[in-house]
């Protein structure tokens, strides 16, 4: 896998002082409530949200998504593969796209948590 620690630019973007933001909205459900699960930790709000589904908030620092993304504002947008394992997801930030092999959950959940670990990037 592509190591999931992206530099990216924090140029601009005022800190919040709860935390990452991120919005969860991939198909099959079951893969958002792992992905919810996997990512639970103090320093992320978690926003777990049905593909076609609306949300109240709209200002988030990550969306996870691996269909056309919600109609909200974001800082960095994880596209993931819909074939499933062994495709490539893609990092789209305001710096450009990186794409990553993922193979299992565990490769989202490390590059999640090398985005949200990083600095916080600009709008994407």
Do not use: Y
Not at 38 to 61: K, P, W
Not at 89 to 100: I, K, M, N, Q, Y
């Amino acid at each position: 896998m592509t190591n999931p620690c992206v530099a990216v630019s924090s140029e601009g973007v005022p800190e919040r002082p709860r935390g990452w933001r991120v919005l969860i909205a991939v198909s099959p459900p079951l893969l958002g409530d792992v992905l919810a699960r996997e990512l639970a930790r103090d320093d992320l709000q978690i926003v777990l949200l049905s593909v076609g589904g609306d949300t109240r908030d709209d200002d988030f620092d990550l969306v996870v998504t691996n269909h056309r993304p919600p109609s909200v504002t974001t800082r960095a947008l994880l596209r993931l593969p819909r074939d499933g394992a062994g495709a490539a997801a893609s990092l789209v930030t305001s710096l450009g796209t990186e794409r990553f092999d993922v193979d299992e959950a565990a490769d989202l959940v490390a590059i999640v948590h090398g985005v949200c670990g990083g600095p916080r990037p600009g709008n994407a």
